[in-house]
């Protein structure tokens, strides 16, 4: 999803990485091992939805399976 976002980016003349991260660019290194003290783990997917669930505007759907 983020490689089709990149190169939708690209097409447009939008200026953007090639290897873009979100955990790079909105990330808090600090915030983030904080999470994986307290028990998230420590992958690129949880990192992401960490971030994207604290800096959202609006309550997210969180479903636990």
């Known amino acids: 999803m983020v490689k089709e976002w990149t190169d939708g980016a690209l097409e447009r003349n939008i ?16 915030v983030i091992r904080n999470w994986n003290i307290a028990g998230l783990p420590n992958d690129k997917v949880s ?19």
């Open 15 to 30: 200026p953007t990485s090639e290897d873009f991260s979100l955990v790079k660019t909105l990330g808090d290194p600090v």
């Open 47 to 65: 990192s992401e939805n960490g971030i994207l669930t604290t800096i959202a505007e609006r309550y997210s759907l969180c479903i636990d399976p």
